[in-house]
């Protein structure tokens, strides 16, 4: 079954809106989430670090203010997209690392967000 | 050169064929390697890791060259089921990498 849990699975959502995207580890604690997207046609692209009690780790070209990463506990991951435009629009998925090593991941089902 | 570079395909196949995938990486200093699968629309899931002594589960095959920085995934017997995207991921130091995935289609 499925380890990690993503919500909602699918959003639209008005140009200059919020979103929050809610990524969960459902029977294991994680320090370290991962945020990717993946435009179509594209491989899936590292956003950012989510870790637990400190600040998310973004990664180049990513902006923080407005792809917004909380990690509330340690079995939930949020990710806001504040202020959004239509080129936001993207499907966006979370990794935990899993319980055996650090470099697999457990990936969640992802999030289709579509602006309009 | 890309950091990490996959054919795209698609590689239209029979069934029973076999098939064979690389996927180069730029980085000598990477330490980690893997397969992913992914079906349209869904999110990947792993396939299975990369040593360089290889590593073999059931008709998949997937071995490690580090001195020509390459992995390869090969697919005995292919079913119709094995059609995806197969993606490889490169993980360094502090950097992981998705190659943009070779699509297979597994015809009757």
């Known amino acids: 079954g499925a380890v990690v849990s993503q919500h909602p699975s699918r959003v639209i959502c008005k140009s200059g809106t919020s979103v929050k995207i809610e990524c969960r580890s459902l029977d294991f604690q994680a320090t370290t989430m991962f945020w990717y997207r993946q435009f179509p046609k594209q491989s899936l692209m590292l956003m950012a670090t989510?870790?637990?009690?400190?600040?998310?780790?973004?990664e180049q070209g990513v902006e923080k203010d407005k792809f917004l990463i909380n990690h509330a506990s340690l079995t939930l991951s949020t990710l806001t997209v504040t202020s959004a435009h239509p080129e936001d629009s993207s499907f966006y998925i979370c990794s935990a690392p899993t319980r055996t090593s650090s470099y697999e991941q457990y990936f969640g089902p992802g999030t289709r967000l579509t602006v309009t | 050169r890309k950091e990490v570079e996959q054919d795209p395909g698609p590689f239209n196949v029979p069934e029973g064929a076999t098939v064979a995938f690389n996927c180069t990486y730029s980085n000598s200093a990477s330490q980690s390697f893997f397969w992913y699968r992914q079906d349209c629309r869904k999110e990947p899931k792993l396939l299975m890791s990369v040593y360089s002594s290889g590593n073999e589960d059931g008709r998949f095959t997937a071995q490690l060259n580090r001195a020509s920085q390459y992995i390869s995934l090969l697919i005995r017997d292919s079913k119709l089921s094995d059609s995806a995207t197969y993606l490889c991921?490169?993980?360094?130091?502090?950097?992981?990498?998705f190659g943009k995935g070779t699509m297979l289609l597994v015809s009757p």
């Open positions: 991921v490169v993980i360094g130091y502090s950097t992981l990498t």
């Open positions: 989510s870790n637990e009690g400190s600040k998310a780790t973004y």
